[in-house]
Every structure is written in structure tokens, then in C-alpha cells.
């Protein structure tokens, strides 16, 4: 049977249709990844399904969406990070709604989340093996520019992995030009989940906000990959569609275009989004246990 890889994409609260996805994977019992990946929002989608937490990124996103002890200016003035760090890596993931340790620990699955280095611009592709201890790693890819502190994680100095590889499908099938892990063995074909419509162009000046903010003009490598990361991910996406074409990939995304804003407070659309996210999982379960079992 062939090795397939799940990549799942970021994008802030539009995450919450991955986990509808993931939700559906779970109640199926569609599992049996040779790998995981995940990109800020995806990573923690990811850590959510291989600790078999089916419905949590729903409870989570839904029930602390406009809480500003989670996402706030306030929270942006006080520490530096819009996102509270306290709040979401403490206060929600050992109390509020606890995150099952155990279950993860357990897991035979690699399991890598992607962060950016903020020194040399690249990819850092990080291995999730023990939590709570690699937490950091998880909080280092969900670090937006411009809106968040720096984590610095084995001697590395990290931020979002949008930036530098927003869907890591090249690494996990190990194509040309990318630079798998130590120890990774490559998979045959991956299933990607994806935040955006299939027609979605990311604008070239997506970053304008993150590059005005002169954080980075020490950093001149993650300079240029904030400046281009429009055109890098728009050629990212074609060469994804285009492997599909070819039967490497299983590509699930929204069907019409995605409302719902990196920082959603509108409980609806929320709901909205996740309930697409079941739906189409349900329509295309004969084909995603196909795909895997080839």
C-alpha cells in the first residue's frame, strides 16, 4: 500500500474547516497517514486528530472566538503577540479544554508542524514528538509577522510557517528542490487540506502590513520571503493542482469562496464554514478511502 502523507493548511479561524474535515475522518475511521503536517492553524489541527480529539478545534474556535484573553489588541499592546500565548498554550490547553497528552504521546504518526526561519527566510520543518514539551514548536508556526513575538526554538528564531511553505506538499513527498527532515522517509502521495477555494489567488502585497512594520529590516532573507510570498504561494498552489491532475495528491477545499477572516469573530460564518468542511468529507469518503488504500 502506498505511503500517504495529510498536509493541512493554515489560515487563522478558516482552520475550523479543516477540523470539519478531520471531524469526519475521525467518526469514519479514516486514518493510517505515514505522516502529518501541519501549518500554524493546520498544526494545530493536526495535533487535535492524532490525539483523536474529534470536535475540539470546533469547541475551541467557536467558544473563545471573540474572548479577548485569546486574541485582542490588548493582548497585542501588553505582550507583544495577538494571539496570548498564556491563554492559548496554558489556560485553554491544560484547563479550559484540555488537550488529551496521553493520547498524542501514544501515536506512531510522525508528525511535523512548519515554521519560518526569521535568520534565513526558509522553512523550518519541525518534528511534534512530545507534548506538553514541544509546544513551543506548535506556537512558533502560528506566530504571525508583524503581529507577534519572535519564538526562539532550538536556537532557532521563528514565525509562521505561511510564510515560507504555506502546504507542504513538496517535502512530504520529498520532490525535487525540497529538504525533508533527518530520518523522514518520503511519501508516495499525500491528501491536502486546504482554507481557500481552488480559484483563490493570494495578492502579491499580501505582507504590506507585516513589511511596514520594520520588524524585520535586521532580517534581510525573511524580508524577501515576506515580499514574496504571494507569488510563491500562488505557484505553490498550480504545482499542487497539477500534481492532483496527476493522482499524487487528494485535494479537499472550500467550494465557493471563504468569508471568514483570519481573526473571525462572527460565530456563524464560523459554524458555517465548519459544517462545509463536514460536508464534503462525508461526499468523498468512497474516494478518500480509495485514494489511501491504492
Request: with cysteine; proline share 6%; aromatic share 10%.
Amino acid at each position: 500500500m502506498a505511503k500517504t502523507a495529510l498536509i493541512l493548511e493554515g489560515g487563522g479561524y478558516r482552520g475550523i474547516y479543516t477540523g470539519g474535515v478531520l471531524d469526519v475522518f475521525q467518526e469514519n475511521g479514516i486514518d493510517g497517514f505515514s505522516s502529518v503536517w501541519g501549518v500554524s492553524a493546520g498544526a494545530m489541527n493536526g495535533g487535535n486528530f492524532l490525539a483523536r480529539q474529534d470536535g475540539r478545534t470546533m469547541r475551541v474556535m467557536l467558544a473563545f472566538r471573540d474572548d479577548p484573553r485569546l486574541m485582542s489588541l490588548y493582548s497585542l499592546v501588553r505582550n507583544g503577540n495577538i494571539t496570548n500565548p498564556d491563554f492559548m498554550y496554558d489556560e485553554i490547553q491544560n484547563r479550559l479544554d484540555p488537550f488529551d497528552n496521553e493520547t498524542f504521546n501514544a501515536k506512531t504518526t510522525p508528525f511535523y508542524v512548519v515554521a519560518s526561519d526569521v535568520i534565513f527566510g526558509g522553512p523550518a520543518y519541525l518534528s511534534v514528538d512530545h507534548l506538553p514539551e514541544d509546544l513551543p514548536k506548535v506556537q512558533a508556526s502560528a506566530s504571525l509577522p508583524g503581529i507577534s513575538k519572535i519564538v526562539e526554538v532550538d536556537n532557532m528564531r521563528l514565525l509562521d510557517g505561511g510564510t515560507a511553505d504555506s502546504v507542504p506538499f513538496a517535502v512530504a513527498l520529498g520532490l525535487e528542490g525540497s529538504k525533508p527532515p533527518e530520518g523522514y522517509e518520503p511519501a508516495d502521495q499525500a491528501v491536502v487540506i486546504l482554507t481557500q477555494e481552488r480559484a483563490y489567488r493570494k495578492p502579491l502585497d499580501c505582507e504590506k502590513l507585516a513589511i511596514r512594520t520594520h520588524r524585520y529590516d535586521n532580517y534581510p532573507y525573511f524580508l524577501e520571503a515576506l515580499k514574496t510570498r504571494g507569488e510563491r504561494y500562488n505557484a505553490q498552489r498550480e504545482q499542487l493542482f497539477e500534481l492532483e491532475k496527476q493522482g499524487k495528491l487528494l485535494v479537499i477545499a472550500p467550494e465557493k469562496p471563504v468569508t471568514v477572516s483570519v481573526a473571525e469573530k462572527d460565530g456563524a460564518p464560523l459554524l458555517d464554514l465548519y459544517l462545509q468542511g463536514r460536508t464534503q468529507a462525508k461526499a468523498r469518503l468512497d474516494e478518500i478511502r480509495a485514494f489511501i488504500s491504492a
